[in-house]
């Protein structure tokens, strides 16, 4: 049994570009239908995330009409409170990756207010990027891609090609025109090559030991992708 880092926002609202702030946190599908697959294959999950505060789910994430019906959703709902590891995260700060086979972070809005500046998280992604270990990044995650910068203050990340939440998406979501700025854009200019499937469907892009998704959708078969590589 292998050890699975999941890096989590600790942030529970978004900051507009008006200056407003939107509820938010992690988003529950991402963070369960990975968690699913990996203890179903054996593995441990701990949960990291800034100064190790409790994380809080995105809210909207627990609808049915994201969740392709009420069932699935109260599914959803349940399963996330046999998450227990999300009650008692260890400080992001004092994370040792040895300690760690595999680097998973869901998205949610979250992470574009507090892991996308973060350094000690993008230390963490250089390092876990470097080791050659399974690094799993899905929908809003990819934020946190952009902490990550090397002493030449280029990002670590230029070159490779992801998977991430697209601008069409966030239109078709309706908070666009209020971001103060779009993922696929920030990725682009920091280097990163966005690779954009179909608005909602599952797509799953992977770069040597980087594996990404677009959305929520994506999680499950992300979650299989990095399930091979730990063999």
Not at 66 to 81: H, W, Y
Not at 120 to 149: F, K, M, N, Q, T
Not at 155 to 181: H, P, S
Request: proline share 6%; glycine share 10%.
């Amino acid at each position: 049994m292998s050890k699975i880092l999941f890096v989590v926002t600790g942030a529970d609202t978004w900051t507009l570009a008006d200056g407003a702030t939107h509820p938010t946190g992690f988003w529950a599908e991402e963070a369960v239908a990975p968690y699913e697959a990996f203890r179903a294959a054996g593995h441990e999950v701990v949960v990291a995330t800034p100064g190790g505060v409790e994380p809080t789910v995105d809210r909207a994430s627990l609808a049915a009409e994201v969740n392709g019906g009420q069932e699935n959703a109260d599914r959803i709902t349940k399963a996330l409170e046999s998450f227990t590891e999300l009650r008692r995260p260890v400080r992001l700060e004092d994370v040792r990756l040895d300690d760690y086979a595999a680097v998973f972070y869901p998205g949610g809005h979250g992470p574009m207010e507090d892991l996308a500046v973060n350094a000690d998280s993008g230390r963490l992604l250089a390092r876990a990027l470097e080791s050659g270990r399974p690094l799993g990044v899905v929908c809003h995650g990819p934020a946190a891609l952009l902490a990550a910068v090397g002493a030449d203050c280029t990002n670590v990340f230029a070159g490779y090609e992801v998977a991430a939440f697209t601008n069409a998406e966030e239109i078709q979501g309706g908070l666009a025109d209020r971001a103060k700025w779009l993922l696929q854009d920030r990725l682009t200019e920091a280097g990163v090559t966005v690779r954009a499937g179909e608005p909602w469907a599952p797509h799953v892009v992977t770069d040597r030991n980087l594996v990404t998704g677009q959305n929520p959708a994506s999680s499950a078969p992300l979650a299989q992708e990095l399930l091979k590589r730990l063999g």
